[in-house]
């Protein structure tokens, strides 16, 4: 299993500024992913984040906006820049799948809203 | 891209029936998830299903793979407050040197009781 810490769990921001959200695993996993979920709806992927190699995009996200960094199998940052209310969503970090479980976990997202 | 379809999106039942959501994809899937995200949380992974008619059991909870591996079900008997959530059903796929989950949009269960 695998336990992640990830901060902030919420935050109010004005527009233009940049939020960085961080999670931290008590293990080492090779897989990280970033979500974004609108309340009621499904996740959707943001990228997944391998340490050592650059971030993986999904279609409609890109790196200038959502900056990601994985300096360690333990640790990972997403940035959202110059933000709009149109970021306000819930953040997810998850790992998986790992060693003899495809099982994957979550943190306890971080509810930003863009004011 | 692949894609997979959760019917119902909602289901409104009374405590203590039965409930039942369905997951379909166009392609054969490898293996199948489920997890649940009750109202505020994160999801929770529930079962993984991997072989052709596959079915698991926990406690209320029946989890069946079809044997064409497209389709897949969870089945709560007598449901309970406790039940309340969304149900996502979501496979891991191949996508180049990596593997992502497909999520399905998710089934609303709402339990009165």
């Known amino acids: 299993s695998a336990v992640i810490s990830q901060k902030p769990s919420r935050d109010i921001c004005q527009r233009g500024t940049s939020l960085t959200i961080q999670c931290q695993v008590d293990?080492?996993?090779?897989?990280m992913f970033w979500y974004r979920q609108q309340p009621g709806q499904s996740l959707t992927l943001i990228a997944t984040?391998?340490?050592?190699?650059?971030?993986?995009?999904e279609s409609g996200f890109v790196i200038d906006k959502f900056p990601i960094s994985r300096p360690n199998l333990t640790f990972s940052t997403l940035t959202v820049s110059n933000m709009s209310p149109e970021d306000s969503s819930i953040y997810l970090c998850?790992?998986?799948?790992?060693?003899?479980?495809?099982?994957?976990?979550f943190g306890q997202g971080t509810r930003l809203t863009v004011v | 891209g692949q894609q997979v379809m959760q019917i119902p999106q909602y289901q409104h039942v009374q405590e203590g029936e039965d409930f039942t959501t369905y997951c379909n994809s166009s392609t054969t899937l490898s293996n199948i998830q489920w997890y649940k995200q009750r109202p505020g949380g994160h999801p929770v992974f529930l079962i993984q299903?991997?072989?052709s008619g596959e079915v698991k059991k926990q406690k209320r909870l029946t989890f069946q793979f079809g044997e064409a591996k497209k389709n897949s079900s969870l089945h709560i008997t007598a449901t309970q407050t406790t039940d309340v959530g969304t149900y996502f059903c979501?496979?891991?796929?191949?996508?180049?040197?990596?593997?992502?989950?497909?999520w399905g949009l998710g089934t609303s269960l709402a339990v009165n009781p």
């Open positions: 984040a391998n340490q050592g190699s650059e971030a993986t995009y």
């Open positions: 979501a496979p891991w796929t191949h996508a180049g040197n990596n593997r992502k989950l497909i």
């Open positions: 293990s080492q996993v090779t897989m």
């Open positions: 998850s790992v998986g799948p790992g060693r003899g479980s495809d099982e994957a976990f």
């Open positions: 299903l991997v072989k």
